[in-house]
């Protein structure tokens, strides 16, 4: 049997909560569908030592400001996942678990979700299924020739099952930087970049990239020249940690290398190191397969929008995915407009 609501939501992750928070809030019928079976969305499964960017304070959602976190400025991801869970008890959002969406049809006046526990027909569907399950592995030469061990920033939990090792990082962005310094005490590293890291200031945290982020997306807006946003003040936060282990010496980043071989890699001027094993910190693609009847994909795998609303299906909106769909969205503090907007959007279309 096919059941029926005003708007479905695929992810139960921060974005999938600033969604239905604000769905609730204008009185629109929804539920939410989650493939987790326990609420925290991505922050479930990253590395032990992983810290927000912010202080609690600023990494929010709407609604409800996340508590800090005793002894800690920027909070841990068990913080994180606490207070999501507390997020969603609190707002009784209708989040259903173990729920997997395979796909989204078009069906009349109705989009059909296609669940693994029975279909859905609703009027909008809000996507908010991130990007965590579809880690990005570039294709560098001799990458399967490589004898040791390979993994992305997905699967890496902590420096203990690394100590000794000879370790290659390879990305210059703030989860490489974050994980270098994570393995720089006991291991034997080599961190590769494609540019020399652009460290922000040290008083510079989540807040002023939220603030810049903003500025840019409303200046490009009302047709003014780009700001240029984030790019301008660096790539990575420098988090205590990471602090540390950069005044200690221990960060030192090498120009990306050219392939690798058996034993290890090589750069453009015959230079060698040899590794035990690399780890990928090189980012991620949305995760939109559930979407491919519909036919929207276009570069990069991105769906065209305007704001959140996809061009060519306007009963579909897509949030949380990066910049593309709004400025800073897929951070916590960040969805929260994005998703705001979505949902007026999509209470006008339900009344229209």
Same mark, same amino acid.
């Given at each position: ?25 204008? @009185? ?42 005793? @002894? ?18 609190? !707002? ?63 699967? !890496?939990?902590?420096? #203990? ?61 009302? @047709? ?51 590794? #035990? ?43 949380? !995915? ?31």
């Amino acid at each position: 049997m096919t059941r029926s609501t005003g708007v479905v939501v695929i992810g139960g992750g921060q974005s999938g909560l600033a969604a239905g928070y604000h769905l609730r809030r204008l @009185g629109i019928e929804h539920v939410i569908f989650d493939a987790q079976t326990a609420p925290g969305g991505a922050w479930q499964h990253t590395w032990d030592s992983l810290r927000l960017f912010s202080p609690a304070a600023y990494s929010s959602l709407p609604g409800r400001f996340m508590p800090a976190q005793e @002894g800690e400025v920027y909070p841990d991801a068990a913080h994180v996942v606490s207070y999501l869970a507390d997020y969603e008890k609190r !707002y009784e959002l209708p989040v259903q678990r173990g729920v997997w969406v395979s796909a989204v049809h078009r069906d009349g006046e109705h989009l059909r979700v296609e669940t693994d526990s029975g279909d859905w027909r609703a009027r909008a569907v809000i996507s908010a299924t991130g990007t965590w399950t579809r880690p990005f592995l570039p294709a560098v030469p001799g990458r399967r020739a490589f004898q040791g061990r390979q993994l992305h920033t997905v699967q !890496y939990r902590s420096p #203990d099952e690394f100590a000794g090792q000879r370790v290659i990082v390879v990305g210059g962005g703030n989860s490489a930087a974050q994980i270098a310094a994570d393995l720089a005490p006991s291991t034997e590293l080599t961190w590769v970049t494609q540019r020399p890291p652009r460290y922000l200031a040290d008083g510079i945290d989540g807040r002023a990239l939220f603030d810049s982020a903003t500025a840019r997306r409303q200046a490009l807006d009302a @047709g003014r020249a780009d700001t240029g946003g984030v790019a301008l003040l660096g790539e990575i936060v420098a988090v205590p940690p990471v602090r540390a282990a950069r005044d200690a010496g221990l960060l030192h980043a090498k120009p990306m290398f050219t392939r690798l071989t058996p034993t290890g890699v090589e750069w453009a001027d015959g230079s060698s190191a040899e590794a #035990d094993a690399v780890i990928w910190c090189t980012g991620f693609r949305p995760a939109l397969a559930h979407f491919a009847s519909l036919r929207l994909r276009g570069t990069r795998g991105h769906i065209a929008t305007v704001g959140t609303r996809a061009v060519d299906e306007p009963r579909l909106h897509l949030l949380g !995915y990066g910049d593309w769909t709004g400025p800073a969205s897929a951070t916590l503090i960040g969805v929260g407009r994005p998703a705001r907007d979505a949902a007026r959007e999509i209470a006008d279309l339900l009344t229209s």
